[in-house]
Nanobody
């Protein structure tokens, strides 16, 4: 069974940093593209960052220069390094694999 479990969320002040982690199991992790999405209350879930199997990364304009996506295939983990956090980054963050599988999400709250 495919499982994705996020961790690393929390409460930080504006300007702070967090690193989110997603542990994957139940599939061959390195065969698929991965990404991070987020959803704030009352808003659509949006793509934050995506990393292809070939190593091509893409980012939402709102996070470019501040967030970095990475993966560790041996550890079957997906990461999102978030720097210079803003209150607008407050959301539940979800990891995604192959545009099909989702974790339960981890809350990120940025105070001003």
């Amino acid at each position: 069974e495919v499982q994705l479990v996020e961790s690393g969320g929390g409460l930080v002040q504006a300007g702070g940093s967090l690193r989110l982690s997603c542990a994957a199991s139940g599939f061959t992790f390195d065969d698929y593209a991965i990404g991070w999405f987020r959803q704030a209350p009352g808003k659509q879930r949006e793509m934050v960052a995506r990393l292809s199997t070939g190593g091509t990364s893409t980012y939402a304009d709102s996070v470019k220069g501040r967030f970095t996506i990475s993966r560790d295939n041996a550890a079957k983990r997906l990461y999102l390094q978030m720097d210079s956090l803003k209150p607008d980054d407050t959301a539940v963050y979800y990891c995604n694999v192959a545009n099909s599988y989702w974790g339960q999400g981890t809350q990120v709250t940025v105070s001003s």
